[in-house]
Antibody, heavy 119, light 107 residues
Framework: EVQLVESGGGLVQPGRSLRLSCKAS????????MSWVRQAPGKGLEWVGF??????????VYAASVRGRFTISRDNSKSITYLQMNNLQTDDTAVYYC??????????WGQGTLVTVSS | DIQMTQSPSSLSASVGDRVTISCRAS??????LNWYQQKPGKAPKLLIY???NLESGAPSRFSGSGSGTDFILTISSLQPEDSATYYC?????????FGQGTKVEIK
């Protein structure tokens, strides 16, 4: 059974940093791109970024709204993907979902972790 | 970046009605168009991938069509459990992008 379990969310002040983790199980982690998707309270889904599998160079792509502030990385030996978020702003407040990119579609979602940016 | 536009933003229909939701891409995404269903407080679920392929476990009353820039999600006979928000998403290129969502309510 595929499982994605996020951790690391919480309350953080504007301008500070936070790192989210996502532990994957139930599939060959190294074969898949892994993405982060967020949803601000009462709003729609926003794709944050992804990291390709090593077969595709392990490169990253980000949404314009987070480019230069957020970094996605992966540790294939531990089946974990990370989202490092720097210089957080109030409009980064959202539930952050770790998701598996099934070659264009998102076939598995984590339960989400809430990040609240507030002073 | 490819922009995705859904219409309508919300709709209300009766049980048994046929419901359609449209999604338009700002440039061609071929068949790399996916649909998700999200219920309040839950993570979204994949319904349709590759424009017209029903995800395993999704009810057969859901279907998708289209290619290029214009796509449709159809619910053939609306059921009470279909009350949710539906999102389209293009998987053609990165950054991936979602439509703004369509909220479906039951009359």
């Amino acid at each position: 059974e595929v499982q994605l379990v996020e951790s690391g969310g919480g309350l953080v002040q504007p301008g500070r940093s936070l790192r989210l983790s996502c532990k994957a199980s139930g599939f060959n982690f190294g074969d898949y791109a892994m993405s982060w998707v967020r949803q601000a309270p009462g709003k729609g889904l926003e794709w944050v970024g992804f990291i390709r599998s090593n077969s595709y160079g392990g490169t990253t792509v980000y949404a314009a709204s987070v480019r230069g502030r957020f970094t996605i990385s992966r540790d294939n030996s531990k089946s974990i993907t990370y989202l490092q978020m720097n210089n957080l702003q109030t409009d980064d407040t959202a539930v952050y979902y770790c998701v598996r990119d099934g070659y264009g579609d998102i076939d598995y979602w984590g339960q989400g972790t809430l990040v609240t940016v507030s002073s | 970046d490819i922009q995705m536009t859904q219409s309508p933003s919300s709709l209300s229909a009766s049980v048994g009605d046929r419901v359609t939701i449209s999604c338009r891409a700002s440039q061609s995404v071929n068949w790399y168009l996916n649909w998700y269903q999200q219920k309040p407080g839950k993570a979204p679920k994949l319904l349709i991938y590759g424009a017209s392929n029903l995800e395993s476990g999704a009810p057969s009353r859901f279907s998708g069509s289209g290619s290029g820039t214009d796509f449709i999600l159809t619910i053939s006979s609306l059921q009470p459990e279909d009350s949710a928000t539906y999102y389209c998403q293009q998987g053609y290129s990165a950054p991936r992008t979602f439509g703004q969502g369509t909220k479906v309510e039951i009359k």
